[in-house]
């Protein structure tokens, strides 16, 4: 089997699909998902798994150049907010209408158990060359 | 959205259709899985989510009248036996190679993320009726 | 087998899949339906089910935050009107018309056996975090 | 839309299909189901909809030339029994475990809502000419 | 089998799937069709069946509102314009240019053998409550 | 569209695949058909169309190079039995029984609305060179 | 087996869908095809099948009331031309980038493995009654 | 677009997939095809395209190390046979109820349009290194 | 097997597929791909193929008439450039952000594992007739 | 995008599904591939790419605790035998004619464009914990 890394069958596929300036959403298990990406389901119970957990097991796979999140994630999840300074702190802030108005043209979701307020954030994808 | 319990799609769907007697494989992400069941991928790296995650969430959601476990596991991977003497205090013991032997006629795999060895139980499910 | 809840399928696929705004409409069995939401089918014969067991069983599984109904039901379907004074008390009434006008932006439409007029309603999922 | 009769569409089509000798089963919501029939899922919830409504619903449609169910059903479920003593008097009595055994040979299983043990029965078609 | 009615599978399950306003076609066997519509296609040869069989066929399976035809159906195919007048007497005139474009909206068309000219009707669906 | 023939898309299509040997099975609407073969479904409504019809129909199209009957068809349906006589008078006889198991070896079965006993015929077909 | 006329299945079925008024492309092997038609791909090598051969096939099957090429053939391609000019003398001349900008509303395209420049023609059908 | 060889999509891709050892045959238009191997059906019309055309179409793309035919071609249909002596002089005889039986373990059959009788034969592939 | 050229199975369908002015994108395993295009995945690991290796593969196998670049190849990527320079003497350029804009008419995108900037190239289809 | 490792999507998801003890076969350009085993399509053209890429590739992404070659490697293509026992040195033998039976069982076959003979592995995944 594999060595390590993302053990998820379809969701491996999905990664190695993506190019540079593809968009990549970590979602919270309440986030509306509009038809148009395709959408990689983890979400087994609340909490599992964490937005933490998936967005780290994403970011140690892909390249990231730029991210978004909603600004009110500050304010309504200090938690979630934190694990956003310490992975992306140049996340750029945008209202969460906003945010959700960016789903449609992304290329993927990945739906995480999450059960906390605006655990979510759009990820552009770069390029190692 | 749902108010809790099981969250994945594809898992929901599968846990409804289960009838009396039917088997439910709960999988540490190494087990070969053969042709025949329905397998319902939740791994997504090491140790997310955990065997115990999935089999405590399983158990929430149906009913269960006997469990078969690999008797190495009380060995091999005293955490998993505790997580499983917990849980099933009454599963029954065969050979990992036995263990395997059942799962190409089960309905139902659910693969987790657990890697560590022997970390698989067959659920036999019972009717609340 | 499942402990209880909703036995169905596809409808537990489908509710698995909800997220906050999204929109479930539970049908009489003779309302149009347009092309766009997931259907549904749980109408039997005339009465099997009803709209009241249906909307019960959902109400159970999911979160609401509120609902819009026919104000044509309060006058042409009193049994129906009560079943919704009881479960949706702060029900918000449009035109039939316009009631329609909704379903295309639907994500599921569960379609029931009742055969009485106006016997419809919207639910917006609410989260429960 | 259609004058009365069954309204499900998928089940419609089942039943069309259906020809001289041919079996239906229907089944309480714990069935274990094999490979082979098709399966009309009709269960909602727990007693949504019944066996009766749903055996009443298919006799109306189509022409049967004999019946088999479980002889546990008289002693263990006497209500249901009192429905097939009245719809199928003359059905025959086999053990449960050989009316399993006879479920992959059926063309169709038509799973309703019922929960109360033992509330199968096996349909043998006819024809009307 | 079914006791009568409708035998064809497909389109028994589509004649479930109407709802109120919904349109069904019935069309001679030269009939342009575009894409939109769900196609039952029962023409064999020409002449089998008839418009007349399959338009009687709808009508004792589905409650029927309204009908549009082709003007030029009167002086180009008396015998059809005799059976429009027996069943649908109060059938509204379109021109046969204004009638094709009433095809793209309907749910259902129902193509026939019939092999004469104009011989199509758009029937709109009621309901029976 | 097309002069004249066989005007069913589906139907079409299978008649062009058919090679030396290959049997085809015209059916009254009752018959019981096993997974195998390729069905055509034209039966409409009992009658619609009838046994002879098609039959017609397909030998216009079709080289025979000999035919398989029910024997009970003699004594139990002497107008399919004129029928037969007429088109294919050399069709030799076996018992419904055996021509039932003649059918999982088919290549296609092309249900009629024929609504009377043992109306069933096998064909095989030849080639014109 | 058939007895003879078109004997490729699933250019069969799409020939037998055609109704008045669709169109239908005969194409030399370079033609670039848009979304939009059904595509059969008679094509198997430079000249296997011809022009010739595949448009007097469609002639002798399908009803044809008029049709359009391009204008450029006369020039550039004589004896394409004459076989135009044979089998469809009234056929009407635009330019090749016109005809072209038909080819995303035709029904049916069969592309032939004719390697000649402007070997194409756009059938308009009519009906045989 | 190409510069030549095979220009049909699908026979293409069945083709580049032949591996050392794998079967295909080349059919006349009238020989059953069992189920199992990948079918293209090049077959218009009666010769179109013929036996020859594409036994040397995939003679010039494909390399064959062995040849079998069935022995009553030289017999019957003496153009085909030397057709088969120039190109596959090594070819092996067989029965043809013995070629018959080569066809099911084939990985492609390809159809053409030849109507002469016993115009068939099995390619045994090689590898070119 | 093959005697040699393209063996890859789904590419060689897609080149016998393409006719003239068609667009084949050979790319870098970076380029985001728009939804439209056929894409074919021949990326193994950074590398492996060559963007070199692809390209030569498929200019001889099909006509190309012309061909557009990337201008920004020039300077960040000689040797690409060079290759370019090679095969394509004529390639015109636009900037790379026209060159992506190109992408969603294309018909098939071929995606190499070249780990190097700009490496993309649109091949516009000639005819060899 | 990926930072690195396998790109290709559909060989990230079938090497993420791989289990222990599931066999992986890494094959030349010409070997017959059975019925049963998911194949992953590499080969572009000759050579493009190697045997050694795509193996090279695969242990970096996969745990292998066994492997079967070909005995007939060691005489017939040394320089395979020598990447062989570089990267496997404990490599087991069979002759061609046992390791094509292998073949059936194996969970995944990569086809690469690698054009010697007996240059075929079947690789026997292992587990990191």
Redo the contacts between chains.
Sequence with gaps: ??????????????????????RVVVAD?????PAGPQVV??????G??TFA??LD?LLA???VESAVVAAEVDASNPDCAAVLADRLPLASRVSHEELKALLADAKLVVRT?E???YANVVLR?????
Tied chains: 1, 2, 3, 4, 5, 6, 7, 8, 9, 10.
């Design positions: 089997m594999r060595r390590g890394g993302i053990l998820h069958a379809e969701l491996s596929a999905a990664l190695a699909r993506l190019g540079h300036t593809d298990c309440g986030l509306p998902i389901d983890l979400a087994f119970s609340f599992v798994p957990q998936v097991g796979e892909i390249v158990g059960a906390s307020p994808c770069g390029v190692p060359f």
